[in-house]
């Protein structure tokens, strides 16, 4: 067989059994041999960048590397923003990067460029494929090397992929993720033990169910107070789970969270830092008189240690979970809270929420917070544009649950082609776009900042009007059946039919301030 | 003043003074300085990759880098696609890549990167700026850098942007483009005077009106053939011009096409090799019993050495010039050929053509070799994507000339979101969409690299269809006009109108094969 058969039928065999492509002429006989491994479901893009970000929705999903196919050095560079969000929340995922023939590579052929020195800046391993007697030895190693967590880039000259004399290697097994050593568990349990304010971050796997609980365990035996990091990649949440609020966004409100913190506790999660750097502000909200603990670091066992400390600290606590509850369906203004209200009162059970809502996202957390058991994923790098192409992958992963897309309009832009792909695999995805016609997040910056915002030319920089986009035009032209929603009671009827309803749709949420 | 302030005083004062933007938090400040400089031209994208293939376009018409302005790592990611094919048409370019302040430089937040590595991959010219009171010079050193030709890259950490203590540079003159030597001259004159075959290969600023005529000389008194490189940044062409043929894409054609040639003079290209390797197929074209001699490379002044030549080798000859000619105005389906005839008949004077038909290019270069005097923008680098954004770029640069974008439908998904800046700037382009509902190219290339392309899932891959895009509904969403032509006659229709009207327009050509 050749290369590229061998490539796909080890893949397949090490559990790797979806690939989201978007090909060119150096990647025709990887797709020429999808026929050969019926196995690998191929999921077409019109663009790299929704191949990477669903590839992350799918590990996030499932724990399991994607592979994404993608075309030479500039078809990488269109996946870039989305591998660095998956790279920032450890999402597992394996790019098989097409290449021209090794013979070729000494031409300099207009499409020719540095492709490996680009992909160390996002991959915890790179290989390129010498011979297709190698190649399959490659993809074991490829996805032996990320296992739960890395991104691995395989670069496949053309060649490698078409000539014969490959053959299908077998998997090696994934290492189950290192534990926390025991002294350390018991430093941290000695930490809660005392009569110092004490914060719990968790990130990670920590904030998986398991991890909630055990920290809900501990929170609730020794007074310590519960947070997840900002942009966890996805969290556990709704009715019967411990409640637990983020770290705050803003500089100021991340400062006033952990005002008096004397303990900050970390599980799966790095210390926080602002997202940006702020003239006057100090980098990070961690106040001078506190110390950081790390009981686990992201990639080791955090449920584990979790559970272990709360065996140390609080062995017979219980708990305080959420009840169910949900918000009254609100009427009359669509406004980001109404939305926020809209969706907490509809929100399925079992529902996946992709949420690049950004500005448009405030009360969101809050009002879907007692809603039937879902998962979160969050926007993990602050690579806008992450939002439509996870929904497709997480709804790939996971084609029996729905998935609800809570997307900034301007950010939907980066990445709109991926609503094609949603209808072209009928995903069960109900994208709701914010639409406040800007981008708004970049007129709080601003003035965050201190830059002077007065000046019209500046925000005329930050205005999406002139022309406004019509997202159900937009959508209807990419196949997903889409309606507008201008007040609360539109949304929650189109909300509902779009629920009720497989396959994808689009809201387009006029929304005001 | 700010740093801010002085970079774009600075670049303002070296002629740079056009800024395609697609901006974030750590450029809040350049944003802000936009109204203290209001000679600075700020163009919105939604999209890096909009800016950076404007900026593509931008440069080509003027012969000047427009400047751009990119989001930290993950935004000059989305920039790279059209970045590559910039590199690879020699077009000047500065970016602006903003970074997080110096002292959140190394807390590792969410939006940090390689930066550096990445630039390095597409720059002719990398620096940080490292202080408000160097950023200026810094920004005299860029536009100096790139001359007319090559990318600079300069990152700005928002913090050198806010602070004060910066003030203007004065410019740089721009060097001229080096000049061949005599010796050179009189070798290829020689190899002219010979009775072997001879090839002359155009690229670079020897495919300008100058370098076409020298070159119609030169051939009209020697007998050696005249050619371009495949794809050619921007060549004049049109009656009134030298008849010169473009060296065929397909390796087979291309081999062909020099097949008997004994010399293959080089004017501002480089020797061609194929796009990709092909399984059995050598590299290149190039005959093996065949000598290369470089005339000019790529960045000297090759239109002075076509006319030094042409003095020594064919002091009196005159070039043959095309004479004025339209096809006729076809009727009935409309294939690939009626639109081109259809492109042919109507193409005005001075227009501008961005050429990324692909496949559905056949028979336009033949039917519109006649038309009145225009100008032909290609693809430089084989990265898809590029057409959208460079019509915009050069609409900006010659907003007295009508922009005719011919566009493959699959390519237009990359950077779709282009057409809001087309309707934002009011542009006067039209837009063909060449609508074949596939990736052509690509079934093309799958039988071409001798891939078994019978398989199911294979076509599938290649398939746009399942759903058909609507380019129509699409456009409309960004608030272009745009109409459906499915005749020769209604696409000479709409684009009457189009062509009659200023602004953007768009049209969905529904092509039969």
Request: charged fraction near 20%; hydrophobic fraction near 45%; include cysteine.
């Given at each position: ?7 796909i039928r ?25 026929d ?23 590990a ?19 996946g870039?923003a989305?591998l ?9 995922m ?21 492709i ?10 790179v290989?390129r ?24 880039t ?13 053959e ?9 993720a ?12 000695a930490?809660?033990?005392?009569d ?20 809900g ?24 789970l ?11 409100m ?33 106040p ?20 272990a ?24 203004e ?54 439509l192409?996870?929904?497709l ?14 997307q ?101 949420a006029?929304?005001?301030?």
């Amino acid at each position: 067989m050749n290369g590229a058969q061998a490539l796909i039928r080890t893949f397949v065999d090490a559990g790797v059994d979806v690939c989201f492509a978007n090909p060119g002429t150096s990647e025709m006989h990887f797709v020429a041999a999808l026929d050969d491994v019926p196995e690998m479901r191929a999921v077409l893009t019109l663009f790299e960048g929704v191949a990477t970000g669903a590839a992350d929705g799918y590990a996030r999903m499932t724990g399991r590397p994607a592979a994404t196919l993608l075309h030479l050095g500039p078809g990488m560079g269109n996946g870039l923003a989305n591998l660095h969000n998956a790279r920032r929340g450890r999402a597992p995922m394996v790019n098989v990067v097409g290449d021209h023939a090794r013979s070729h590579k000494r031409l300099d052929a207009p499409l020719e460029s540095d492709i490996d020195a680009v992909a160390g800046t996002f991959s915890s391993w790179v290989r390129r494929s010498l011979s297709p007697a190698d190649v399959a030895a490659d993809a074991v190693d490829a996805v032996a090397a990320v296992g739960s967590g890395g991104i691995a880039t395989l670069v496949l000259p053309a060649d490698v992929s078409w000539e014969d004399g490959a053959e299908p290697a077998a998997p090696r097994s994934v290492r189950p993720a290192p534990q926390v050593a025991p002294s350390v568990v018991e430093g941290v349990a000695a930490v809660l033990g005392g009569d110092e304010p004490v914060v719990l971050l968790l990130g990670g796997d920590a904030v998986s169910e398991d991890g909630l609980l055990a920290a809900g365990q501990i929170t609730a035996g020794t007074g310590a107070r519960l947070m997840t990091e900002t942009f966890p990649a996805r969290t556990a949440r709704g009715a019967g789970l411990p409640d637990v609020t983020r770290l705050p966004y803003p500089p100021e409100m991340a400062i006033a969270a952990l005002a008096g913190t004397r303990h900050l506790v970390l599980a799966g999660a790095t210390a926080p830092v602002h997202f940006f750097g702020y003239p006057g502000v100090p980098g990070h909200p961690v106040p001078e008189d506190c110390t950081v603990h790390l009981l686990s670091e992201p990639g080791e066992d955090g449920v584990a240690a979790l559970r272990a400390l709360a065996g140390l600290a609080a062995p017979d606590a219980e708990p305080v979970l959420i009840e169910a509850s949900r918000p009254e369906l609100p009427t009359g203004e669509l406004t980001p809270r109404t939305m926020a209200a809209v969706i907490g009162a509809l929100l399925p059970e079992r529902a996946i929420v992709v949420d690049e809502a950004l500005t448009s996202g405030v009360g969101l957390m809050e009002l879907t917070s007692g809603a039937p058991r879902h998962d979160w994923l969050a926007l993990t790098g602050g690579a806008i544009g992450d939002g439509l192409p996870m929904a497709l992958g997480a709804a790939v992963a996971c084609p029996d649950r729905p998935v609800i897309g809570i997307q900034a309009d301007g950010s939907a832009m980066y990445t709109i082609s991926a609503l094609w792909s949603h209808a072209r695999e009928q995903a069960d995805i109900t994208t709701i776009i914010c639409d406040n016609g800007s981008y708004a997040i970049l007129q709080h910056e601003l003035s965050r900042v201190g830059a002077a915002n007065d000046g019209e030319r500046a925000a005329t920089l930050l205005d999406l009007g002139g022309p406004g986009l019509d997202f159900v035009s937009i959508a209807q032209g990419m196949g997903v059946p889409a309606t507008r929603a201008t007040t609360a009671e539109e949304l929650a009827d189109q909300l509902r039919t779009a629920l009720a309803e497989p396959g994808p749709h689009l809201i387009d949420a006029v929304l005001r301030s």
